[in-house]
């Protein structure tokens, strides 16, 4: 292609707001989930330990491998004593324990995880996981993969020896005396507009990221388990290296439901809408989720899109009690400044840490 024809220039003059347009709720239910286990086991194991299939939406065709779009969800299976090669990524990830139990060694440090624990893997950091129980090691990963792939950046290779001694270097360079704080930088309106030497984006403050566990025996005793003992239905997992991004990663924020048994099930009403994607596991119970319209029944072990993004969704539980992790890119969306939020349809659209966010939400709580 010539160099006058290698681009184009499409005139959008006048052109009007469009609505959001996004991908279709999507059920994966847990026999497919356990019968794609059952065949990650049976199968030779690969040159590098790695037992994994990625779910892909239908309606992902572009090659980034994503179940909604810029998120991945890929089931992970060792065998007892089997352990991954290890591997650096700049892409973060989420892990959830769905069978049997491991050890996630980043680095220096090891991360010992069981059945409905999550741990965090931060970007750039060395890792390997190996079953170390008697039985198969089953684990859903999250990650921001696919938004990596469609910007053209996802890297990832196997470490190199050594791996194992790994950490976060406070600085590094040739002229370490040229650096941040020794550059420019002056406040030049009142307003706080300023103008900062280059330094300033080649030797970014460190914001120290540890890989994480949060432990479903450290997150039970906040939430509700029997019905009336006013303790929470959904508390987050944080990570203080995200700040005010409020997220188990800087892309993603993981969150625990729990609704006891007994509790009455509540009346089909309207939704709620966000930009943010969410993606709901349900590991006890049952229900139904509606999501634009459409009904999907849910059940113990089965995997929902439950919230393409900007889409009216709403869940319900049908007495019998559940248990669910939501998994959501509200950080990334913080992190861009496109956090918009509308919690009544007939209410304002936030737009979620650029202005004042909802106050007085009861919904995750029953109280206090």
Same mark, same amino acid.
């Given at each position: 292609?010539?160099?006058t024809?290698?681009?184009?220039?499409?005139?959008?003059?006048?052109?009007?707001?469009?609505?959001? =347009?996004?991908?279709?709720?999507? $059920?994966?239910? /847990?026999?497919?989930?356990?019968?794609?286990?059952?065949?990650?086991?049976?199968?030779?194991? %690969?040159?590098?330990?790695?037992?994994?299939?990625?779910?892909?939406?239908?309606?992902?065709?572009?090659g980034?491998?994503?179940f909604?779009?810029?998120?991945?969800?890929?089931?992970?299976?060792?065998?007892?004593?089997?352990q @991954? /090669?290890?591997? $650096?990524?700049?892409?973060?990830?989420?892990?959830?324990?769905i069978?049997?139990?491991?050890a996630?060694?980043?680095?220096?440090?090891?991360?010992?995880?069981?059945?409905?624990?999550?741990?965090?893997?931060?970007?750039?950091?060395?890792?390997?996981?190996?079953?170390?129980?008697?039985?198969?090691?089953?684990?859903?990963v999250?990650?921001?993969? %696919?938004?990596?792939?469609?910007?053209?950046?996802?890297?990832?290779?196997?470490?190199?020896?050594?791996?194992?001694?790994?950490?976060?270097?406070? @600085?590094?360079?040739?002229?370490?005396?040229?650096?941040?704080a020794?550059?420019?930088?002056?406040?030049?309106?009142?307003?706080?507009?300023?103008?900062?030497?280059?330094?300033? $984006? @080649?030797?970014?403050?460190?914001?120290?990221?540890?890989?994480?566990?949060?432990?479903?025996?450290?997150?039970?005793?906040?939430?509700?388990?029997?019905?009336?003992?006013?303790?929470?239905?959904?508390?987050?997992?944080y990570?203080?290296?995200?700040? /005010?991004?409020?997220?188990?990663?800087?892309?993603?924020?993981?969150?625990?439901?729990s609704?006891?048994?007994?509790?009455?099930?509540?009346?089909?009403?309207?939704?709620?809408?966000?930009?943010?994607?969410?993606?709901?596991?349900?590991f006890?119970?049952?229900?139904k989720?509606?999501?634009?319209?459409? @009904?999907?029944?849910?059940? =113990?072990?089965?995997?929902?899109?439950?919230?393409?993004?900007?889409?009216?969704?709403?869940?319900?539980?049908?007495?019998?009690?559940?248990?669910v992790?939501?998994i959501?890119?509200?950080?990334?969306?913080?992190?861009?400044?496109?956090?918009?939020?509308?919690?009544?349809?007939?209410?304002?659209?936030?737009?979620?840490?650029?202005?004042?966010?909802?106050?007085?939400?009861?919904?995750?709580r029953?109280a206090?």
């Open positions: 292609m010539s160099e024809t290698s681009y184009r220039l499409v005139n959008v003059s006048g052109t009007v707001p469009a609505p959001i =347009t996004h991908w279709a709720p999507v $059920l994966v239910p /847990r026999e497919a989930i356990e019968a794609e286990i059952q065949r990650l086991a049976d199968e030779p194991a %690969p040159a590098d330990g790695r037992r994994a299939a990625v779910i892909v939406h239908p309606e992902c065709v572009d980034t491998q994503g909604a779009p810029g998120v991945d969800v890929t089931i992970e299976v060792l065998k007892p004593g089997e @991954t /090669r290890p591997m $650096l990524r700049n892409s973060n990830q989420i892990h959830f324990g069978q049997g139990s491991g996630i060694q980043v680095g220096k440090e090891t991360l010992a995880t069981g059945k409905w624990d999550v741990a965090s893997i931060p970007s750039m950091q060395p890792y390997s996981c190996k079953n170390t129980g008697k039985e198969l090691w089953v684990r859903l999250y990650s921001n993969a %696919p938004l990596l792939r469609k910007l053209g950046v996802h890297w990832s290779d196997y470490a190199q020896p050594g791996w194992e001694i790994k950490a976060i270097a406070s @600085t590094a360079g040739v002229n370490v005396d040229i650096n941040r020794n550059a420019p930088d002056i406040q030049i309106s009142a307003e706080g507009a300023r103008l900062r030497g280059y330094e300033f $984006l @080649t030797d970014i403050e460190v914001v120290e990221n540890r890989p994480l566990v949060w432990p479903w025996e450290s997150a039970t005793p906040l939430l509700s388990r029997e019905r009336g003992d006013g303790l929470r239905n959904i508390i987050l997992l990570n203080p290296a995200t700040e /005010r991004r409020n997220g188990t990663t800087h892309s993603f924020f993981a969150t625990l439901f609704i006891p048994k007994g509790v009455p099930p509540r009346p089909v009403t309207r939704g709620h809408k966000h930009s943010s994607v969410a993606i709901n596991y349900h006890v119970g049952q229900g989720s509606v999501v634009d319209d459409e @009904t999907i029944h849910w059940k =113990t072990g089965d995997l929902l899109l439950s919230g393409p993004s900007w889409s009216e969704h709403a869940h319900y539980y049908d007495g019998h009690g559940a248990q992790l939501t959501q890119d509200h950080p990334l969306h913080i992190g861009m400044e496109s956090l918009i939020w509308q919690e009544r349809m007939d209410g304002p659209i936030l737009n979620l840490g650029s202005e004042a966010g909802q106050k007085g939400y009861v919904g995750p029953q206090g």
